[in-house]
Structure formats: C-alpha cells, structure tokens
C-alpha cells in the first residue's frame, strides 16, 4: 500500500537515492543530484513543503511546492513553484503521480493560491499529463522557452576590459536597483537581502553612479547536475575541446555521468543593454569558473529578453527548457501580461 504525507529531514537519504535513480528526460537527459541534503536547495527556493510517496518503508515518489513572491505587471503576487516530481522507475504508471499532484493541489487550496509554475526540459512533456484536463483548474499554458547558456571558463585578458568591476554588498542601493530592473519582469523574485546571502555580488559605475549589478552564485554544495545522455555530435566536441583545453586557456568540459561544476549567475541588471559592458561582466564571470577549475558559468533568459542579442556569441552551450504557468482563479489579464512581456526564473535553484 502506498503511503503519501509530508517529508521530514529524516527522509534525506532515501530522497537522495530516488533523486539519483531519476531524470529529466528531453533532448538533453539531465539528472539532478542533492547531495550531501536533499533539503538545503529548499531554502533558497522559499518556504516549501516535500511531499513523498512510501511503500514498505522505500520512497517511490516526491513532489515539493515552494511558496515564492515575483512581480506581475509591476506588483508582487504570491506565485506556487512546482519541482522535484519523481516516481521511480519501479512505479510509474499505477497512480502515484497523479496522487502526488492531488497533494499539491489540495495544499494550494489551502493557501486560495492563484498562480502556479512549473518548469521542464523541453522535449519532457510527461508531467503536463498530471496536470491537464482537470475539472476544477485551467491546465497550465506555455509561456515560452527559456535558455540557458552556458559559458565555458577561460582565462580572461584584463587588459582589454576598460570596465572596473568591484565586488560589492547587498546595500539598500543595490536592492533597489536590482528590483526596479526586474520589477519590469514577468514571474521575477522580490529581491531581498535573504536571497542575496549566498551570492557574490560585482558591481559596474560610471561617474560614480550605478550602472550595471551581477550576482553569482555557486550551488555545487547543494545541488550537482549530471548529463546522463547528450547527442553524440556533442560528446565528440567536447572530448575535441578538452584537447586543446591548456593551449586555448580555457575550463575542462564535463563527460557523461559526471557532474558539472559550474556557476550561476543569478541576476544579472543591464538596464541600457551596453554590449561591450554585458561582454566584460560575462568574461569577469567566465574568469572566476577558471579560477574555480569549473567548466561552466550559467545565465539562463527568457527568449523574449533583449540581452540575448548582447550576449557574446562564441564559447557557449546552450540549452532548452518550458515554462508553464497556471492561474487556479483564472486571472485572465494578468496571465496575458505574463504571455506578453519578458519572463525571469532564478535557474540557480531550479
């Protein structure tokens, strides 16, 4: 008999084994890893309840719902973000994903939630089936594609950045800038000291005035991402690239099976979309993956967003996922600003 209930900390490792025995699957299978605490990437999401799927004892399914704030027209709605939906292999197909959303639904019941995201690798359109043709909701809809691109280390040349790039803190003026940047974003956090805790934080001024925030973080302690399959023309470029690695001064790739070490940039305000000034910041970032010894840096936008036409067009990867996103109370207008502005997720804690 299945049993479903909330998590608690002492469901770590047998979260830890179903995470490593599941993936994404899509054009790019990717699996992703929590060790050493399943938990940990939660409190960077917000607060959020795991729900789990047990039988005998074994953890077969898990579904977690994260309560956030992002700005929708210019104001900030509580928004209800969806991860972690695993059944293992041993058990799909008799009801416990369907289960497992009936949980999370019945939560955001409690909360009279409205809007509610959830995001795929594209090409994976497995969860949307537990989520459709529901009575009582709206299915969720397609809000685009994002991509995430990710720059491969390299040795930087300081000498052609003209650009001063200083680490700063989290100060009342760098608050305010970054949220009045992403307060003109569709779905984007509500910037607060807290998640800026675990993030460096670089700075770009001009005649002393701010121009220019990138936050970086690195969540490898909390999170690994491990490419179970990639396309076979992509596993030859990057054995050929680790060839060369030394002579090009550039990051060793990752293979198959192995975990990425890369960083992320989580927020990234440009507001006049300089390209020279988003080039500097992107190679300051790609410097400090080298220094690391990781492979990637990652910055991931929506393709609607301007600064995909500023980013540096060489020395990168770049990689696909769906955003989809529900109204429960059918909030018509505001799921068309949505669908017709620029759309932000934090891919840092995806």
Not at 203 to 222: F, H, N, P, S, Y
Request: aromatic content about 12%; charged content about 25%.
């Amino acid at each position: 008999m299945i049993n479903y209930r909330l998590a608690t900390f002492e469901d770590n490792q047998k979260l830890l084994e179903l995470t490593s025995s599941t993936g994404m699957a899509g054009q790019m299978a990717l699996r992703i890893d929590r060790y050493p605490n399943f938990f940990e990437l939660n409190k960077l999401r917000g607060k959020t309840n795991v729900y789990v799927a047990e039988e005998n004892d074994l953890i077969v399914g898990s579904i977690c719902v994260s309560d956030q704030k992002v700005f929708i027209n210019g104001r900030v709605y509580p928004l209800y973000y969806i991860s972690d939906f695993k059944v293992a292999g041993t058990h799909r197909k008799i009801g416990i994903g369907l289960q497992l959303t009936n949980e999370v639904l019945n939560y955001l019941e409690t909360q009279n939630a409205d809007f509610a995201f959830l995001n795929v690798s594209k090409g994976n359109k497995r969860p949307f089936v537990f989520f459709s043709n529901r009575s009582h909701y709206p299915d969720f809809q397609n809000i685009g594609i994002f991509k995430t691109f990710q720059f491969i280390g390299s040795k930087g040349k300081r000498s052609n950045i003209k650009f001063k790039i200083e680490e700063t803190k989290a100060t009342s003026e760098v608050l305010n800038f970054l949220n009045t940047y992403y307060s003109k974003h569709e779905l984007a956090d509500e910037i607060t000291n807290e998640k800026l805790k675990e993030t460096e934080i670089y700075e770009l001024r001009q005649d002393g005035q701010l121009i220019a925030v990138m936050c970086i973080i690195d969540t490898m302690k909390m999170k690994q991402n491990v490419v179970l399959k990639m396309p076979s023309y992509l596993r030859y470029l990057l054995e050929f690239i680790n060839w060369f690695s030394k002579i090009l001064k550039i990051s060793n790739l990752p293979k198959e099976n192995e975990p990425i070490k890369m960083i992320y940039i989580k927020y990234f305000a440009v507001p006049d979309y300089n390209s020279q000034l988003i080039s500097a910041l992107i190679s300051h970032a790609k410097q400090i993956a080298y220094n690391k010894l990781y492979s990637f840096v990652s910055l991931s936008l929506h393709e609607r967003d301007p600064l995909i036409k500023k980013l540096p067009k060489f020395m990168k990867f770049t990689f696909y996922s769906v955003g989809m996103l529900v109204s429960l109370r059918d909030s018509k207008n505001l799921m068309e600003k949505v669908n017709k502005g620029v759309p932000f997720k934090d891919y840092s804690i995806v």
